[in-house]
C-alpha cells in the first residue's frame, strides 16, 4: 500500500502563489478559504543579516492526526493509503476537527457547511495525475509521491536529503508534508507557522466531561433499578386475582 | 338507571362488584393517540439504533465499533445509516406538527395538558410511595390518580421538554444551519436530551410491559380501553370523572328519546 507525502522545497519557492490558484480552480475553494496557501514569513533578523520565506500551509495528512478522533461522526478518516480524507455524506459542519487540526489546514465551506481541505487531490490521483498544485509550481518547489516507493523523489527527499517535517517538542502528530530549505528559511519559518496544541471545541469537551458520564449514568441507574423491581417480581410471583 | 352513588374516595369492593368491574371496559385512549403511539415508540426504536451507530468519533463514541460496524453494514454503509436517520427523524417531525395543528383542540390546549400531565400534592404523594412499594419499604396506600399517573406525568413533562430539542437540533444538524459552534452545541444538546428521555423511556416500557399491576395500561394502548377496576384501583379520580360524565351522558339520551308512543 502506498504512503503519500509532500515535500516542499522552500528554497525553490517564491510566494507566487500559483498553487493556490490551480487548487482553489480545481476544486472551486470558495472565496476568502484555501485547501493551500502560501503566507508570508515576514522579516526576521537585524540589518544587515535579515531573512524572510514562504511557507507552504496545507492538510499534512499526518500519521496519528488529531482530527480523526475529534470527529464526532466519523466523517474524517485515515484512508488506507495514509492520507486524511473528509467523507462529505457524513460530515454535520459542527467544527471539532478545525479546532483540532495543529496545522489550522481544514475550514467550514460556507456553501455546504461541511468541512473541507486538502485531499492531495484523490479525484486526480485516480486518474494517475500528479496533485494540481504540484503539477502547476513553475519553482517545481512541490514534489509529491509514495513513502513506499524507494525509487520516488519523496523517498530520496525525505531519506536521504533530510527534508524536515514541521513538529515542535509538544506537538508531533507525523505529519506527511516535509519541507527542505536553509536552516535559515526554515527557523523563520517555523517561528510563524509552527503547529499550535490542538484544541477541542466547548460542546465535546462537555461531551467527554459531563455528558457522556450523565447520559451512562442515567440509564445504567434506571436499568439497574428495574433489574432489582424485575428480580423481585419473578421471586414474588404475579396474582391470579386482581383484589 | 344505576341509582347508586358515585363513591368521592374509592370504597371496599365485594368480589361480585370487582369481577363485574373487571368485565366492563372504559374508554382511555383515541385511535389516533394509539397509533400516534405506536408510530412514535417505532421511530425511537430506529433513530436509537441508528443515532447510536452514528457517533463513532474516539471522543464521543458510547457503542463499541462491532455495533457501529453492525448497523453500517445492514445498511450499507455509515452515509446511509445517517441518511436514514434524517429521513425518519424528518418524517417524525412532521407528523408531530400535524398531530400538533389538527389535535390541539383535543389534545394539547393548556387545560386538558394541566388534567392530564400537570401534578398536584396526590401526585408527589404517590411517586415516593410508589417507589418504596416496588422497594418493599412501605405498606401505605397509593393516593388517588387522575388519567395518568404521577410516574407517566413526570415522563410526559420529560418528554415534551426534549422533544422539541431534539427536534430542533436534529434539523440544524440535518441542514447544518447557523454558525458552525451552533451546529456543535446542538449535537451536544441532541444526545443529552435523546440520553434523558431514554432513561425515562426505559421505566415506561418496564411499567407498560412487565410491571404485572399496570399491564391493563400496556393494552389499553392497543384497544383504547381500560377494564373498570383496573381505572378504579390505579386512576380513581379519572375514573370517577368518568362515571360522572356517563351519568350525564345517560340522562341527556334519555331526555332526548322520544317515548313510544302508545300504539290504539
Given at each position: 500500500m502506498a504512503r503519500y507525502a509532500m515535500v516542499i522545497k522552500t528554497e525553490r519557492c517564491v510566494g507566487c502563489q500559483s498553487c493556490t490558484v490551480a487548487c482553489k480552480s480545481e476544486w472551486d475553494v470558495p472565496n476568502g478559504y484555501a485547501r493551500?496557501?502560501?503566507?508570508?514569513?515576514?522579516?526576521?533578523?537585524?540589518?544587515?543579516n535579515l531573512n524572510t520565506s514562504f511557507h507552504v500551509n496545507q492538510c499534512?495528512?499526518?500519521?496519528?492526526?488529531?482530527?480523526?478522533?475529534a470527529c464526532p461522526s466519523g466523517a474524517t478518516y485515515q484512508a488506507e493509503d495514509g492520507t486524511v480524507q473528509i467523507d462529505r455524506a457524513l460530515c454535520i459542519g459542527c467544527g471539532a476537527c478545525v479546532a483540532a487540526c495543529p496545522y489550522r489546514a481544514r475550514y467550514i465551506d460556507p456553501g455546504a457547511?461541511?468541512?473541507?481541505?486538502?485531499?492531495?487531490?484523490?479525484?486526480?490521483?485516480?486518474?494517475?495525475l500528479a496533485p494540481a498544485c504540484v503539477l502547476t509550481c513553475p519553482g517545481e518547489a512541490k514534489v509529491f509521491g509514495d513513502l513506499e516507493d524507494s525509487s520516488s523523489d519523496v523517498y530520496r527527499l525525505v531519506y536521504r536529503e533530510g527534508a524536515r517535517r514541521m513538529v515542535t517538542n509538544t506537538v508531533s502528530i507525523g505529519p506527511n508534508v516535509y519541507y527542505?530549505?536553509?536552516?535559515?528559511?526554515?527557523?523563520v519559518q517555523a517561528a510563524s507557522f509552527a503547529p499550535v496544541?490542538?484544541?477541542?471545541?466547548?460542546?465535546?469537551?462537555?461531551?467527554?466531561?459531563?455528558?457522556?458520564?450523565?447520559?451512562?449514568?442515567?440509564?445504567?441507574?434506571?436499568?439497574?433499578?428495574?433489574?432489582?423491581?424485575?428480580?423481585?417480581?419473578?421471586?414474588?410471583?404475579?396474582?391470579?386475582?386482581?383484589? | 338507571m344505576n341509582a347508586q352513588p358515585i363513591p368521592t374516595h374509592p370504597i371496599a369492593l365485594t368480589a361480585e362488584e370487582a369481577t363485574g368491574m373487571e368485565q366492563r371496559n372504559i374508554k382511555k385512549h383515541d385511535v389516533a393517540i394509539i397509533l400516534l403511539h405506536w408510530f412514535n415508540a417505532s421511530v425511537w426504536l430506529i433513530e436509537l439504533i441508528s443515532g447510536l451507530a452514528l457517533i463513532v468519533g474516539a471522543a464521543y463514541r458510547v457503542m463499541p465499533q462491532w455495533y457501529t460496524t453492525m448497523i453500517a453494514s445492514a445498511l450499507g454503509s455509515r452515509a446511509n445509516v445517517l441518511r436514514v436517520h434524517i429521513a425518519?427523524?424528518?418524517?417524525?417531525?412532521?407528523?408531530?406538527?400535524v398531530y400538533g395543528v389538527f389535535g390541539y383542540r383535543n389534545y394539547l390546549r393548556k387545560e386538558v395538558l394541566v388534567n392530564e400531565i400537570g401534578l398536584d400534592q396526590d401526585d408527589w404523594q404517590w411517586l415516593r410511595i410508589r417507589v418504596l412499594l416496588i422497594l418493599n419499604r412501605t405498606k401505605e396506600a397509593l393516593p388517588e390518580q387522575g388519567s395518568y399517573n404521577a410516574g407517566q406525568k413526570l415522563f410526559a413533562l420529560l418528554v415534551y421538554a426534549a422533544l422539541p430539542v431534539i427536534a430542533v437540533t436534529g434539523i440544524i444538524m440535518s441542514f447544518h444551519l447557523f454558525e458552525t459552534s451552533v451546529v456543535a452545541w446542538a449535537m451536544l444538546l441532541h444526545f443529552l436530551a435523546v440520553g434523558m428521555v431514554v432513561s425515562?423511556?426505559?421505566?415506561?416500557?418496564?411499567?407498560?410491559?412487565?410491571?404485572?399491576?399496570?399491564?391493563?395500561?400496556?393494552?389499553?394502548?392497543?384497544?383504547g380501553r381500560v377494564?373498570?377496576?383496573?381505572?378504579?384501583?390505579?386512576?380513581?379520580?379519572?375514573?370517577?370523572?368518568?362515571?360522572?360524565e356517563q351519568r350525564r351522558w345517560q340522562q341527556e339520551f334519555q331526555s332526548t328519546t322520544p317515548s313510544e308512543p302508545k300504539s290504539d
Open positions: 493551500t496557501r502560501v503566507p508570508e514569513t515576514g522579516t526576521s533578523g537585524t540589518f544587515p499534512n495528512h499526518c500519521d496519528r492526526p488529531t482530527c480523526v478522533p457547511g461541511k468541512a473541507d481541505k486538502c485531499d492531495f487531490c484523490t479525484p486526480r490521483r485516480e486518474q494517475g527542505t530549505g536553509t536552516p535559515e528559511h526554515l527557523e496544541p490542538p484544541r477541542t471545541i466547548a460542546p465535546g469537551v462537555i461531551w467527554g466531561a459531563i455528558a457522556k458520564k450523565l447520559v451512562l449514568l442515567a440509564v445504567g441507574a434506571t436499568f439497574a433499578g428495574q433489574a432489582i423491581a424485575f428480580f423481585r417480581q419473578l421471586a414474588v410471583g404475579e396474582k391470579r386475582f386482581e383484589d | 425518519i427523524g424528518l418524517t417524525w417531525i412532521i407528523v408531530f406538527l425515562g423511556l426505559m421505566v415506561h416500557a418496564y411499567m407498560g410491559a412487565v410491571f404485572p399491576e399496570e399491564r391493563p395500561a400496556f393494552f389499553s394502548m392497543i384497544t377494564n373498570e377496576l383496573f381505572a378504579y384501583k390505579h386512576h380513581f379520580k379519572w375514573w370517577k370523572q368518568t362515571k360522572i
